[in-house]
């Protein structure tokens, strides 16, 4: 099982195939197997990593606060670690967003970015700065095996197979880990970043996602290289739910910027 042994944490990954790197970053209480639509896709010319954030999958989680910044340079710290100078960043909700500061914080590392349903703050308007708190709360007191449910059922309209993933994922985190987790991704925030991005970005959203639409829209209005795409038949879990659309508008933006 590849380990790489980082800042006090020991995260998994999955290399597969030969070419430009291409490396995938699941959303929160997900793991690396989310990606597997796009890796048996994307191997067969690019090489795709795939990892686990620390304290989701098999990856660890060190005691104590979670500081949300540990996200980014984890992400480098494996691109280094891998011999890999430069990647086209894809990552789905926590894994967009995790992608993005890593853009912000590590400009040098990062070719191009896909965000599909990212989230770039929980404060965007009033209804989040309300709804955060009472979502962290809610966090603590309801169990991961409900959780996963909940949220397993909301996610699989289209692809009724996502229920079954999305509880396993969510079981395989610990309760106490996740409050940890959750408390750090709800007070990520990159509003006042978004400018610095100069790297060729795509925006994916599922178009029933209504949970990110407006961030997303905000987003390419003021990231200069971005451009949005709406993914038919597709909610949060849009990877999974429409993977041949969004494998070919990544294969498209990935042509179209020669990468």
Same mark, same amino acid.
């Given at each position: 099982?590849?380990?790489?042994?980082?800042?006090?944490?020991?995260?998994?990954?999955?290399?597969?195939?030969?070419?430009?790197?291409?490396?995938?970053?699941?959303?929160?209480?997900?793991?690396?197997?989310?990606?597997?639509?796009?890796?048996?896709?994307?191997?067969?010319?690019?090489?795709?990593?795939?990892?686990?954030?620390?304290?989701?999958?098999?990856?660890?989680?060190?005691?104590?606060?979670?500081?949300?910044?540990?996200?980014?340079?984890?992400?480098?710290?494996?691109?280094?670690?891998?011999?890999?100078?430069?990647?086209?960043?894809?990552?789905?909700?926590?894994?967009?967003? +995790?992608?993005?500061?890593? $853009? /912000?914080?590590?400009?040098?590392?990062?070719?191009? *970015?896909?965000? #599909?349903?990212? %989230?770039?703050?929980?404060?965007?308007?009033?209804?989040?700065?309300?709804?955060?708190?009472?979502?962290?709360?809610?966090?603590?007191?309801?169990?991961?095996?409900?959780?996963?449910?909940?949220?397993?059922?909301?996610?699989?309209?289209?692809?009724?197979?996502?229920?079954?993933?999305?509880?396993?994922?969510?079981?395989?985190?610990?309760?106490?880990?996740? +409050?940890?987790?959750?408390? $750090? /991704?709800?007070?990520?925030?990159?509003?006042?970043? *978004?400018?610095? #991005?100069?790297? %060729?970005?795509?925006?994916?959203?599922?178009?029933?996602?209504?949970?990110?639409?407006?961030?997303?829209?905000?987003?390419?209005?003021?990231?200069?290289?971005?451009?949005?795409?709406?993914?038919?038949?597709?909610?949060?879990?849009?990877?999974?739910?429409?993977?041949?659309?969004?494998?070919?508008?990544?294969?498209?933006?990935?042509?179209?910027?020669?990468?």
């Amino acid at each position: 099982m590849p380990v790489y042994k980082g800042r006090e944490v020991d995260l998994y990954y999955e290399v597969k195939g030969e070419g430009k790197p291409l490396v995938f970053t699941h959303g929160a209480s997900w793991n690396h197997k989310q990606w597997r639509p796009q890796v048996d896709a994307f191997s067969r010319r690019y090489q795709t990593v795939v990892w686990d954030i620390r304290g989701h999958g098999s990856s660890s989680l060190p005691h104590g606060k979670v500081d949300s910044e540990d996200f980014s340079r984890d992400l480098a710290d494996l691109l280094s670690e891998l011999g890999i100078e430069q990647a086209t960043l894809c990552g789905l909700s926590l894994g967009g967003h +995790i992608s993005l500061q890593t $853009a /912000v914080r590590y400009p040098e590392k990062v070719a191009a *970015l896909v965000l #599909i349903g990212t %989230p770039f703050t929980n404060a965007f308007n009033w209804f989040e700065r309300m709804f955060v708190p009472v979502n962290r709360l809610t966090s603590y007191l309801m169990p991961m095996s409900l959780s996963g449910k909940i949220q397993g059922r909301m996610l699989s309209k289209f692809n009724k197979s996502n229920q079954a993933y999305i509880e396993q994922a969510f079981g395989s985190i610990a309760h106490s880990d996740w +409050i940890r987790i959750w408390d $750090a /991704v709800t007070r990520m925030d990159s509003t006042h970043d *978004l400018h610095k #991005i100069q790297c %060729p970005v795509l925006l994916l959203q599922g178009e029933s996602d209504t949970m990110i639409r407006r961030q997303q829209a905000y987003m390419q209005e003021q990231i200069a290289n971005a451009q949005l795409k709406i993914i038919r038949n597709a909610h949060h879990a849009t990877n999974l739910d429409n993977p041949d659309e969004v494998n070919e508008a990544i294969a498209s933006f990935l042509s179209e910027h020669a990468i």
